[in-house]
């Protein structure tokens, strides 16, 4: 089926994008990429090089090259193939290309492509395809097919190319390039710290002997070269493997990824593949969602997921999700509050155990980020805007320029920005309250939790008239406005994490009181500040619908701004790529944001508010959002499912859900790249569809559902893990089933619209919504 | 003697420019200001119109036209004459000028003008002099002479030009014109609140019977229109009066101005000029200030002191000083803090009296800062940063525009630039200090004092962490930072504000209980508010000279901005005229400030500051400051005095001084006209001779001595009011002499370097500096 012109999907996994098409490039490169958490390959063809953006990006690789930005390494292109025919490169400047297709199988996470290329004299065909292994992180599989389609006088170079796509610098200006035993090598060494980064490379299996290869080496290449003649009809493949390593995996990388070459060789393709396919079935038995009746949906829903699992560093707990997860260097490989209030809850509610990880990562950045408040003159913990795995903020003062003037605009989204901290409290009680892991809270939550509790504290201010503490200076989610006060996202979260830091201080002091000790000890936690927490808990002020209108003001003064449209605004630009926000752009003195901000407060906190108020608010500000952060239309899409707006939601999942499938988005801003994967949309996208259509949520130890699904949609269903137990939920118009695991251990309390339709193991449920009737099935 | 290019002085009190040069029209317009406080004439020939920038500035005409700008009036012209010579208009345009020579007789307040005009055929010289009555303030009085230097057939016209020059809109839209009797009237009305203006018109002496001289009337000009003859030799010479009043300062202005120029037909021009003198004489009497050896600071010093002289309205207790006086429309003719910081200490210490009237204005303005407070979310008493005589805070929140862009800048001076409000509370408590008025305090100065202190307390936050107050978000005098958080200048300036509040609610207490009852129940003070100022008292954090360097940072964080040098910055400009400053100038994220901030402190505030603080921090802060205000230099010099860096001092008293004098500024920025008189730095000129130079400076009822004269002025000297007892101080190199006036009812308590040298009334007393040395001459 087609979704769009060049994009095609038949059975819901495989996408398939058909055409030669340059201008495409950015955007195909980054959506057919694959990955495993630890590496993304991009999705680029064999014979492609560094003009055409061709990249394997590799976590824990930091280095800051430029001495202004830190971003991952762009690894040596293992996979690289440069078939020549009568000395002509096949290539696309060199022939006509026909019956172009890329194909992506989300399922099996492989990457796909063929093509015929042809001048005047030949003709032949290519075909290739390549995993990033999801059991063998380290490891690269690929094959690689070339069908004469007339005879051939073949030139083929195999080999690593280190020719390297960077944006801020070279980060491997040290390479050592050299053939040990069969396998290509490149070991390279970062510019900053001389941290060894290494590709091996090695053939599996070929149909032709390559044996008469001869080595070739440049600078930043190596070969095996050589030439073979094919008959028409004749078919050349061989498949390859190649290891990736850094020396912050593993002590001794080279002998690592040699090491893993070898081995790789004894299980062949095959055997890579089989453990490949089953590392991916056991994720998507619990990550996948179906959706029946809408095709678009569907494979749009899966592409958002397949990113949201391929960003994410499932095999440690340092490492971030990159705000473009592994697609490309852009926003430097760091992690976001995205990470906690885009990306995590998919994680949470499917795959718990890696949830924790991303957790475990913010705790292994905590003395970082005390380091950070203590820099500007805070206590506690104040995590970075963009967090990367060293103790640095990696979010520069300065990262883009004034198009009108040239001068670059100080930005304070590093300083001033503090929602992510009370964000990552939110993304810690969510966490807890799905899985009941206490032992997490007990070992990490609560240290974080009180100390951004902390930072909170010291951040803000008493107003001795008023009596009530204040946050003053800062930025909630809508970035058009800085320098704010009392952001009511900003200062609700702040409470929210606050009176947790005191509900875990009791849950500590009842269940653990000796842990709990050695924690205040440890983080010298008085109770002179437990007092001071417990006084603003009471006394922060948070701004209350007004009687009236039921609005929540953004912050203080935002309704005396002037009121217009992001349309009517966009009339003053002077130039199109204007930055709209801070200092000096059209938004600043305006009532139009960039994000979803009340908004987004009412979505991840709804039970504070009444419906009156979640539609007051919600009516007042979409039109006034300008819907530039990807982050945006998804958080309405949710509020609007609940609120019964079924078009405005399913429209804006839609959006949300195509950002990067249909490459809506800039590539560029002020000349900085910022192409690639939008990893918060794609973690949205799961929300979107378990929060926003099936409206679930959360409360003390129950699930709630209240469903709210497209009208066109005949069914939805999706897998839970909750507090350990296993229940896959399917809706349709009508009704609801759900059934539990028979290896759940104990009954799941699941709400339909308020009325309970507990799910014993091993059983299945189904009510109806016409008539709330309910009837168990009996075992699965 | 020549003091630049053009400009000369004979005596010290005459200031004379030669040649006729279209370029200084703006400038000598302002410089030969004639003025009373009331309305203000630029020094521009009879002859010129609108488009020579001729103004006739009236205070308390604020005015709205365009919606935007509220500003004065410039008033129809009552003394344009226009002489043609063969149908051929006498403008420069037309011929030749010679001998042009302008003077300013300070003195008498007097201003004229000759010149010779030849063309071809023809030659006459024209002289004229026009003052504007310090006697009687709603008049002008002029004579006008034409000198045949050869037979002329000689055409005049005589009357009034209401064809104006105005920056902001047409102020007076409907007018009448007419003539009444043998008056010349121009009766106008505002064109926001119709409030009439009215100039009249007319003849007092004529050497020739201009009785056939008819009527010429137009839309915007009415004249007596006839020709004489006049042979070689002869002269023809009239003189005129006109008087100039508003609805607001009398209830039927017509018939006032009517009557006004009747009476003044019988003082006639010698009787009008009389009075005018003599009050003249009274005021230099005391204001004067002089120095021997030096005679460009002589001259440059007493034209600053005229021009502070008349644009204060001293007629008034509901008028302020603009920053402009009347020398033009630029600045609203409003007040800033340059009123109570620069204009005040000359008239505390010289006409008490006319200070007093100045901070009543402030009391009369107490209701709008009130409102100004309220409605940016505080209490008390918040002053407007510009303040005319209306409840409006004038200053808008755009007022220019960044010339890269064309986009309007948003500075907030009005909302941010807080210091006002404890500037005048300082001014109060000079005031007192200097005078003993008791009853001011009890009638005006502590309900100002306490609104001010309520505000501070309602915009300060109390940090919990750091148990202190601080006060966020603010500018201090430094324009290029804003948003700025416990700028050095303004926490302490707050300090002082609330400890005054303290101690003048104790001494109300002491002495006037009932009167204090009275108060706080009318501004409903409470026990609970004034707890809470004691409380900030104490508790305000405010900045401490660093141990090792002993520099106060003027912001939080200011130190760590980059560190570098005005020249070196304005290297970074890609427009001359950019503008520095918030939010994207190119000061903003450096340590370039616009004026003195710390030093500003430092001057005011010096018994707070040991003499190492001192120097460290001017010091410091000199090199790093741009000296884009006017009111910067004077600041430095006062420091710089006391400091013994006596070259400094001197260069930069020369600089203050001369600003206007040597037209050292811009007439317009951002396309914004801001020519007009520095009134600031005029007031400031006073405070260097005598603050500084004489080194003289108040404690409790003391007056103390530390002078610091540049090195060639043989002498200084100038009178002092201090609690009503008149004093004359003359220092030279060598000794200092005190004079008592006999009419002094005790003895001041002078001191000379910390020893005591009071004098009794009527007594002089002596000291040498060299030996300390006293010697009393007995009654003078």
Redesign the interface.
């Known amino acids: 089926m087609q979704l769009s012109k060049d994009l095609h999907s038949e059975d819901g996994w495989r996408l398939r994008e058909t055409g030669y098409n340059p201008e495409r490039i950015v955007a195909s490169g980054s959506n057919f990429l694959v990955g495993n958490g630890y590496m993304g390959y991009r999705g680029t063809t064999e014979e492609s090089t560094c003009k055409d953006f061709v990249a394997c990006i590799v976590s824990d690789t930091y280095d800051n090259a430029d001495g202004k930005w830190r971003e991952l390494c762009n690894v040596p292109n293992p996979l690289y193939v440069c078939a020549s025919v009568d000395g002509t490169p096949v290539v696309p400047e060199n022939g006509s290309i026909l019956n172009f297709e890329k194909e992506l199988d989300m399922k099996g996470a492989v990457f796909s492509r063929s093509m015929k290329w042809k001048n005047a004299h030949r003709e032949l065909r290519i075909q290739s395809e390549r995993f990033a292994s999801m059991s063998d992180i380290h490891l690269l599989v690929s094959k690689y097919c070339i069908h004469a389609l007339s005879d051939l006088e073949l030139s083929l170079d195999i080999g690593v190319d280190a020719n390297l796509w960077s944006l801020n610098g070279d980060h491997l200006p040290n390479k050592k390039i050299y053939q040990f035993e069969d396998m290509l090598i490149v070991e390279a060494f970062t510019s900053e710290r001389d941290i060894p980064v290494i590709v091996c490379e090695g053939l599996l299996e070929t149909s032709h002997d390559l044996d008469g290869f001869s080595l070739k080496t440049s600078e930043t290449m190596i070969t095996r070269n050589g030439s073979i003649f094919l008959s028409r009809g004749e078919r050349l493949e061989f498949s390859r493997v190649a290891a990736v390593y850094s020396g912050n995996d593993v002590e001794n990388p080279l002998e690592k990824g040699i090491c893993d070459v070898r081995s790789a060789r004894e299980r062949e393709h095959q055997g890579l593949k089989d453990a490949h396919d089953s590392s991916w079935k056991k994720i998507w038995s619990v990550a996948d969602i179906e959706i029946e009746g809408d095709h678009l949906a569907q494979v749009a829903l899966r592409f958002n997921l397949y990113h949201n699992i391929i960003a994410t560093p499932r095999h440690a707990d340092h490492l971030p999700i990159g705000a473009r997860g592994l697609s490309c260097q852009a926003y430097q490989g760091g992690a976001f509050w995205d990470q906690e209030v885009f990306n995590l809850p998919f994680f949470i509610f499917t795959e718990p155990e890696v949830a924790r990880k991303l957790l475990v990562y913010r705790y292994r950045r905590l003395d970082a980020a005390r380091k950070k408040a203590r820099r500007l003159?805070y206590?506690g913990a104040f995590y970075p805007w963009i967090s990367g795995d060293t103790d640095e903020e990696l979010c520069p003062s300065h990262f883009f320029s004034?198009v009108?003037?040239?001068?670059r605009?100080?930005n304070h989204f590093n300083d001033w920005q503090i929602h992510v901290s009370p964000d990552i409290v939110y993304a810690i009680w969510q966490y807890y309250s799905a899985t009941d892991d206490y032992r997490f809270i007990e070992k990490y939550g609560a240290e974080m939790v009180f100390e951004v509790a902390r930072f909170l504290?010291?951040h803000?201010?008493?107003?001795?008239?008023k009596q009530r503490y204040?946050i003053?200076?800062v930025l909630g989610p809508d970035e058009y406005h800085e320098?704010i006060d009392n952001s009511a996202y900003t200062n609700y979260f702040s409470a929210f994490s606050i009176r947790k830091a005191l509900e875990i201080l009791n849950m500590l002091q009842e269940h653990s009181p000796k842990k709990l000790q050695r924690l205040t000890r440890k983080i010298n936690l008085s109770s002179e500040e437990i007092s001071?927490w417990q006084e603003m808990a009471e006394m922060l002020f948070l701004p209350q619908p007004d009687l009236e209108s039921r609005l929540i003001e953004q912050f203080?003064g935002y309704f005396s701004l002037e009121d217009t449209s992001p349309e009517k605004l966009s009339e003053r630009l002077?130039d199109p790529n204007e930055y709209w926000g801070?200092?000096?752009g059209v938004a600043?003195?305006t009532q139009v944001i960039k994000q979803a901000d009340v908004v987004q407060l009412i979505c991840m906190l709804p039970e504070l508010f009444t419906p009156d108020v979640q539609k007051a608010n919600y009516d007042y500000y979409e039109p006034r959002t300008h819907h530039r952060s990807s982050l945006s239309p998804s958080v309405h899409s949710i509020v609007a499912s609940r609120l019964g707006y079924k078009k405005a939601a399913y429209e804006q999942f839609i959006d949300s859900v195509t950002v990067d499938l249909f490459d809506v988005g800039v590539h560029s801003s002020g000349g900085t790249f910022i192409g690639g994967i939008h990893t918060g949309a794609c973690g949205a996208a799961w929300q979107m569809a378990v929060f926003g259509f099936a409206g679930l949520s959360v409360r003390g130890r129950e699930i709630n559902m209240d469903p709210a699904m497209p009208d066109h949609w005949k069914k939805l269903s999706f897998k839970l893990v909750f507090h350990g137990q296993l229940i896959e939920i399917e809706l349709s118009q009508r009704s609801i089933s759900a059934v539990a695991d028979e290896r759940n251990t104990e009954r799941v309390a699941l709400f339909l619209n308020g009325s309970e339709l507990g799910v014993e193991p091993g059983m299945k449920k189904i009510a109806t919504f016409s008539t709330g009737e309910e009837s168990v099935v009996g075992k699965t």
């Open positions: 003159g206590e004034d009108l003037t040239g001068r605009i100080r504290y010291s803000a201010h008493f107003k001795k008239t204040e003053i200076r320098n001071g203080d002077k801070w200092p000096n600043v003195e």
